[in-house]
């Protein structure tokens, strides 16, 4: 061999060696699971043979998929399978464990969520109880598992029962039992919703084994936003079974981020705080406020040996929920990176009574919904449940606001130390989960509880003494005014809290003056929907009216014999007392008198848009005294006539599509006054805008008057009135039914919106027998008439399609693109029906 290649040799150890001699030893994860998904069964007392069992599930479920059952949202099957309530169930798993599991210094069986009161079983030792489905519950089993065959059975309790029992036990009457189990309130079943009681492990379950010790969560807040920074505080949630000292790392790869330090443990559960900037952060912003930038950041927790790691994508902004005295009452406005914020949006109730059937096509779904319908908040109403990960990682990847209620709606709950110790710990641990999440605007602590002790009349109804109010008020104090802010104080940094919504009941004067606002004198209170204009306050939180859901649901879940308005069956599915009486009255005011079932469902749905419509652009109107509008509700949970925008399989109703024209970042508004109209813009942009203002008057004939052609300027978030149209000046027919006022901005996008003088029903439309031509192009619809056309419904029962736009006017002369989702649609397969084909 050469001395150079003996050279060149030596020089390559030489080179390998230092690499190989600094090489760290590969650490070992600090926590493994093994998922326990698969092999469950399940049985109700009644029965001795189990049947399989889908874990996450329920009850109802898997009785379903064995076909134990019907389906329970079909006809009057829900009356008939009440049994299913009144029952115990036994879910049964016998499964292997991992061996590497058997090595952990700690080793847990981890209930994510389980509905309700669970009997847990393993190996035959009573491993514990659980009373709250709302909770995550860890077991220790280090010394119960064993290798081979493992036993786990757990049994739920009926919670009707041990309603009865926990209220036989107080010495006065609360409003409603549901209220001592922490259930999904809406299961019990509400005035859109049906009993179903379902039972089961609803969400993951594993064992988990840790070594060492485990990051359990990471959570960032904005502490402040400035001139090319923005200053970040993290707060690490960490497990350690031992005194040590750990090092700690937080990367953010876009920005450069990377910070390092150390903290020393103790045993136990305790939390890490450190504060680091970011420069020239790109922030998040709400919909149609800017984008909703996300950053991944990454933290690595590990000694010499273990490592520990945690992921979360979070938005650098600030938010803070704006309160303060003013000379019309007190404000209430979400403000995000300083900026005020409109809110436009609905009140989400769950997407299913079934909720394991609810999966992540379902929530993309929603959120396409949302987002089309130029959303950019959502209260998640207090009823309900709290929602996945998932649902929240969409809200923030698509600039929603999320308002969440704790889980509390409608009644009085008990205040005993074992009921407020359980919601304790509920509420931190959902706090410390969702607040993570950029898109949280605020937490609140119950739905119309206050509301309702105040002005519902309970006090009387249930025979309450003084002794005993003062009791049950107390409670709510407890719990609403002390627990729950605490712990959103200490859990959500940065995050406001307001204690119940609505601030004041309807019938108070206050409700229009300070505060967020239910506005339900119209619907309860049977008032006309012109009273929007004079009832609305700072934040209108809720408000809403009734429309039936689409055809195709109403027929795919009810037997055609029974689609009659009264028919016992159909009304199985309007839970509301007095609901298709309350549309009747409504549509004798407003709309055209159907003829027959199919016409009422299309009726009410115009009537329902109609009305909404008309609150959205009342209280658009009056920004910035009102700040936002969420209307009731966004979605359903099963089929049901109710005051959804959308139905339980997510059809758009009338209702959503005019939705989404009332919530664009522009909208041009007239209000009727004396003997005139005045013509104004609201802009939702924060820049300024620049247009060209047209108000033009138009016959249902299609004859037009131009009345203003200029060109204006929108400051940034502006509102105001820009145009008078003087009745004096164009001498027209008094009574005004056979004329509509267009006004439309023309600059980088057109903004259009019609004014009627007169009620629907009121109209003198022209028939549409021949006149309204309809053309098909690639995927895009066609429309133009020679008259007028009102409330125009396209759809096609050969070949069901959507529209981006539907239920629409269109302008005797003018052309109406729609763009639909499929290509294979010919012209001569459209129907449609219109208020038109009502005329005289």
Known sequence: MSPLYRLKISFLILSILPFYSCTKPKLEPSLQ???????????????????????????YHDYLQAGRIPDPFYADNEKKLQWMDETNWHYSLTFEVDSALFKAEMLHLVFEGLDTYAEITFNDSLLGATNNMYRKYYFSIEQLIKPGKNHLQITFRNPLEINQQKAAELPYSLPDSRV?????????????????????????VYLEAVNDFVVRNLQLQTVEIGEGFATLKAFIEIESFHQQDIKLELRQAETSVSESFTAKLNPGIQRVEHIFQVQNPELWWPAGYGEPHLYDFKLQAKTSQVISSQLLSYGIRTVELVQENDSIGRSFYVKVNGIPIFAKGANYIPQDNLLNRVDSARHKSLFQRVTDANMNMLRIWGGGIYEDDYFYDLADQHGILIWQDFMYACAMYPGDSAFLNNAAIEAEQQIKRISKHSSLALWCGNNEIDNGWKDWGWQKQYTYSASDSARIYQDYQALFEAILPKLVHQFAPGISYHPSSPTYGWGHPEALTHGDSHYWGIWWGMENFENYRFKTGRFMSEYGFQGFPNEQILKKYIPEKNLHLYDSVLLIHQKHPTGNQTIEVYQEKYMPRPRNFSEQVYISQVLQAYGMEAGIRFHRMQKP???????????????????????????????????????????????????????????????????KLTVTLIDFQGEKKLVCDSLIQLKPLSNGDFYHFNYAEYPVDPVRNALVLEFRLEGEKTYQNIHYFQRPRNLVLSPVDDTIELSIREDSIFITSPVLVKSLYLYSDAKPFEASDNYMDVIPGETLKVSINRKDLEAKELSYRCLNQFAD
């Open 33 to 59: 699971i093994q998922y326990l998904h698969e092999g469950w069964t399940v049985k109700s007392d009644a029965d001795t043979v189990a049947c399989p069992a889908i874990v996450p599930g329920n009850s």
């Open 180 to 204: 001592f189990t922490r259930k999904a309130p809406y299961q019990f079943g509400w005035d859109w919703g049906p009993e179903l009681l379902t039972a089961g492990i609803w969400k993951p």
């Open 625 to 691: 005294v009102c700040m936002g509008t969420l209307y009731w509700q966004l979605n359903d949970c099963w089929p049901v006539i109710s005051w959804s925008g959308l139905d339980y399989e997510y059809h758009p109703k009338a209702l959503h599509y005019r939705v989404a024209e009332s919530f664009r970042d522009i909208m041009p508004w007239a209000k009727e006054a004396e003997d005139e109209v005045i013509i104004g813009i609201n802009s939702d942009i924060n820049q300024e805008v620049t247009g």
